[in-house]
T-cell receptor, first 111, second 117 residues
Framework: DADVTQTPRNRITKTGKRIMLECSQT?????MYWYRQDPGLGLRLIYY???????NKGEISDGYSVSRQAQAKFSLSLESAIPNQTALYFC??????????FGPGTRLTVL | AQKITQTQPGMFVQEKEAVTLDCTYD???????LFWYKQPSSGEMIFLIY??????QNATEGRYSLNFQKARKSANLVISASQLGDSAMYFC??????????????FGTGTRLQVTL
């Protein structure tokens, strides 16, 4: 079984819809992250969490919110999706060295 | 200001040859870490190699080595004996320390490597 899982793997939605991307991990790490990847821009950090009670904004948090339901679960929500949020979204976990273990990604398309 | 710079959008290398992917970084912190990840066309991010700022020797992992030149702030990835399966996007990333034990990774824009016969 994969250490970091993301659901759904692919999603097509319409402008204005609320959508949640879920991430679960079995690595026992406290640190979890959400990134988005756009062509030519690499990975950019949306939100990160160092434990259940700690949530921090990354460089592009506008339009997104997160919930850390448990050590193993970190969800990303788009309250009202817009087309420029079409991207590949990655969840990741890390140990203290910050080697990040990535999930398989969620490809989101907002029409 | 961009903290991780990968100046090669695309590279070609012949099978069995070595290739160097460039990465420069910018930080004033004495303690930092540098990473390389591979992203094949299937999309997953695969960790390749790590170099700590205090490490005396260049990191190596199989066919991957990291040419760490601290004074020049460069952390180039060297792939020896390229294989067709090395064709992928490669990302350099740097750990930035925040407060206390908190830190995060910043990624470069990537280099697309194509291995040819």
């Amino acid at each position: 079984d994969a250490d970091v899982t993301q659901t759904p793997r692919n999603r097509i939605t319409k402008t204005g819809k609320r959508i949640m991307l879920e991430c679960s991990q079995t690595k026992g790490h406290d640190r979890m992250y959400w990134y988005r990847q756009d062509p030519g821009l690499g990975l950019r950090l949306i939100y990160y969490s160092f434990d259940v009670k700690d949530i921090n904004k990354g460089e592009i948090s506008d339009g997104y919110s997160v919930s850390r339901q448990a050590q193993a679960k970190f969800s990303l929500s788009l309250e009202s999706a817009i087309p420029n949020q079409t991207a590949l979204y990655f969840c990741a976990t890390s140990d203290l060295r910050e080697e990040q273990f990535f999930g398989p990604g969620t490809r989101l398309t907002v029409l | 200001a961009q903290k991780i710079t990968q100046t090669q959008p695309g590279m070609f290398v012949q099978e069995k040859e070595a290739v160097t992917l460039d990465c420069t970084y910018d930080t004033s912190d004495p303690s930092y870490g540098l990473f390389w990840y591979k992203q094949p066309s299937s999309g997953e991010m695969i960790f390749l190699i790590y170099q700590g700022s205090y490490d005396q020797q260049n990191a190596t992992e199989g066919r991957y080595s990291l040419n760490f030149q601290k004074a020049r702030k460069s952390a180039n990835l060297v792939i020896s004996a390229s294989q067709l399966g090395d064709s992928a996007m490669y990302f350099c990333a740097m750990r930035e320390d925040l407060t206390g034990t908190a830190s995060k990774l910043t990624f470069g824009t990537g280099t697309r490597l194509q291995v040819t016969l």
